[in-house]
């Protein structure tokens, strides 16, 4: 959520940082904002993209150093005053925030009764007028008014701050929200994450909690909460500027989509063995016997990560025989868990920095459970944070709606069920063997499915304007009606609820005319023939049925009014092939809709408030 930019150099900031900030704009687009220090400080700023922040910066906006701002609203509504950055009375400063301060109506209280005045509704604003107050009133370095100033608030925040007085640096500090350092020659950058800083330098230093820096354009000092000074780690990006642009394609989400081939061979890459029946994970190699003895499992997740993390426990346990709990990360925390030592808890985060999933694993972790994270971004908090883990090596995914984050995720859950099912003995070697042969088949029938989109484009085409749909799956197929579901909310604003096919009769069948497209995900064969139950219960209240079935499968074909073909897997790893033409469905209704795909209204990416 939000989006911070900084650079300091030689260079016309402005450029460098709005560049950044359109990088970052998956992390929230209500408004943005600029400040740049040219002699005094300048700022502008706005509700809307960062394409309208660029029309309004002009090449007056010279100076070398500056922080900017992408935002997604917590306090306030979207509009020109809310908009960061904000600025001190003395108009000197000028301070950017991710994140929310809890306390901030008694800090205003007290900065009001000492003259101070504000104009937004933000909680980032006081933080501004605190800061300066402690400037002002004992004559601090920034370095230490800001100290001072974090030590009064409560909450979470990475900031950013530039002030007239001391141009030539940029202060920042984190706690609960990501940020990051960007180390160049003669030049420094800050950001919230990586892909802002991928395009100057690919040395970065991430902040921990607590932490503040002081950056020059010749380096950075960092010191922990207690003012201790530290020396930090140097990370290298693995990451391309190619990996984080369109490609040729219309959407970034589109692209992802067609990515999934590679995700996935790149995600398996030097993980599965297909002739000795192994999977080699090495992040979590040294905890196998812990998760070998785990009473249970829990996994914590928000979104479409929490849909991959319910595939997750079909997998699991059928495979390794595991009992497997699937929380909303949201949820966890606030029923007193029932979790502690022997259990292990999985949080899966495309992003790694979900302030809800993170919130759930410090409690895990607290109670004394093993905790393992499935994270696509290299080197985040959550990444971080877990005890052990995979990455899931999607690369960079920047489309709002997640898609190759889910498949990648679903892929890592069942090598970890594979490998956790042979450990235990729960399968065999030869089952094994099988499992990943087939396994290291998934990419090339994805491929055969974003091969040929004629069908499921003729078929979006059909039912752009209807005003809901409905998805059902059983078994495997059920979150993949889920995911289904919340990939056409929140990218074509259409209605939409998936449910398990047989639930359907406890509710959602009242629904059920000749208006309502129901999307059946037919691709598991054990409960093939309770599906043919269900589909004829929709035709007969003349329900649209649009199926995702193989070609094997002539019986759904025959009872459907529309099917997109899939190729034959087993049922274990249907889920990653059947997901594909529900992600083309929502892009292509999308599409016709009109609606922005890679940024839909009131959605952000990373959900780094709780
Ligand atoms: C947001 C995103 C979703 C994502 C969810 C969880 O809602 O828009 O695409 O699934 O957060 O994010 P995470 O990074 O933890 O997987």
Redesign the pocket.
Known sequence: MCGIVGYIGDQQASKIIIEGLKRLEYRGYDSAGIAVLNGKLEVKKGKGKVSNLEKMVTSAQNGQIGIGHTRWATHGEPNDINSHPHTSQNGKMALVHNGIIENYGTLKKKLTDQGYEFYSQTDTEVVAKLIESFLVKDNRSLKKAVQHALHQVEGTYGIAIVHSDYPDQIVVARKGSPLLIGVGEGEMLIASDASAVAAYTDKVVYLDDGELAVITKEGYTVESANQIELTKEVHELALSLEEIEKGGYDHFMLKEIFEQPKAISDCLRGRINSEDGTITLGGIEDVMDKLVNAKRVVIA??????HSGLVGEYLFEYLAKVPVEVEYASEFRYKEPLIGEGDVMIA???????AD?LAALREAKARGALVLGVV?VVGST?ARETDAGVYIHAGPEIG???TK?FTAQVTVLTMMAIKLGLEKGTITKTRATELITELSRIPAKIEEVLEDTTEIQRISNLFSYAPNFLYLGRSYSFPVALEGALKLK?ISYIHAEGYPAAEMKHGPIALIDEMMPVVVIAATHHTNDKMISNIEEVRARKGRIIAISTSENTEVADLAEFTTIIPETMDVFSPLVSVIPLQLLSYYIAVNRGCNVDQPRN?????TVE
């Open positions: 997740a928000c979104g479409t990560s929490w899966i985060s495309q992003s790694g920095e979900t999933t696509n959550i709002v709606a997640s984050a929140e959605l952000a990416k990373s959900v």
